[in-house]
């Protein structure tokens, strides 16, 4: 790789020209190849980083987005604009029913929060393109309301849906199901990128058997929530809705928009958080909404807590010993765990954009760590290039390569020259 080594504005160029590469007219995807559609979180990391260079192409991102909103208000996990080979399972095996080709299932709400930011950045040019997005993300964040709470707890129904795909949170949970009966089938993304550093085949047979449960029930969330086993209360899902609820409240008083159910979202889920606190563990943990049991990991969903700004009672402590572990940014998965495996996606490697999300709240609350997180990812991207996801412990560039959301969050967030958003100010 070419070194890049802090050469600033070489830094920022590539970010742009990664971000300009991945552009496929109005959406991105987030590598080619690897994953040839527009992605729901990747798109709005990426809609954040556009804003840096081209704001007008920032809310577009944004827009094609929320145009693939279901009915019910779902937005879906991956949009089929175009059909790739390159890319399995495709439109066919999910048989997701909104306007646009797609999956059935969600991801973390994190586009409202980017839209806070990108609206930041200029409110003059972004009020009108904010307020006609506003009631998309209020139905998007009711549908999550209605259909994904436990104890007021937000949950997944597929690890797809967490974004954190092979965490070793759904360990317990996808061991009890058996996968037999599923039709064969050829994975596509071991052929991009070196398995070992991909989830295994146990998991991914797992991942087929629900996308075909949902299939099956023609993704009727009331039929699904009967009989699909998998059903997981999460720090990830939980603490990305709240704040996003939060800017959402902020935008609807910033615009004179009616803000209607937000406040009592908020509460009821600041509320739900203490379900998800694992007292033992001294964290916030996932918990299997169908037995009720503790995942008993320390995953970097954890320190979203700042993030969300609930009480973080002990985690400072628990992110002490964790990132006493680790050369660089937060591991995936607690470096001590016997489960933590350094390059195998979410069971330890560091995301920079979930840094980007943890520094947010570490800075909100005026604490010191989201400094240095920033700076330990500033060295990660600058002697690593714009990976998917890195190895916490040596830094070594791991997943896909050129990168849309580490090139976004690098633009809007690392860069020394970046224009961050007023919470870093
Ligand atoms: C994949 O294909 O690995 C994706 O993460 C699914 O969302």
Known sequence: MKD???????????????????DRGGYSVPTAGLYPYQWNWDSAFAAYGYAMF???RGWRELEVLMAGQWPDGMVPHIQFHKVDPSYFPGPDIWGGVGPVPS???SQPAIAATMARLVYELDPGAGAERMRALYPKFIAWHRWFMEWRLDRDAVCLTHPWEAGRDNA?????????IDPSG???YERRDTGHVDPSMRPKKADYDRYLWLVKQGHDCGWDQAHLRDVNPFRMADPTMHFTLLRGHRDLMWLGAELGLDTGPLPDWIAQLEAGAETLWNAQLGAYDCRDAVTGDWADAVSNAAFLCWYARVDPKTTAAVYARVQSKVQFGVASHDPDSPAFEPKRYWRGPTWAMMNMLIAMG??????????????????LIAGNGFAEYFDPLTGAPAGGKDFTWTAAIWLGWA?????RGRWAA
């Open 103 to 105: 999956s059935g299932i």
């Open 168 to 176: 070793p949170d759904w360990d317990g949970p996808l061991a009890r």
């Open 415 to 419: 860069s020394p020259k970046a224009r």
């Open 362 to 379: 570490l800075d909100e609350a005026g604490r010191p760590e989201g400094a240095a997180l920033r700076a330990s990812t500033v060295r």
């Open 54 to 56: 081209d704001l007008d």
């Open 182 to 184: 599923i039709a064969p």
């Open 4 to 22: 890049l080594s802090m050469d600033v504005d070489a830094l920022d160029a590539e970010a742009e020209r990664i971000l300009r590469m991945n």
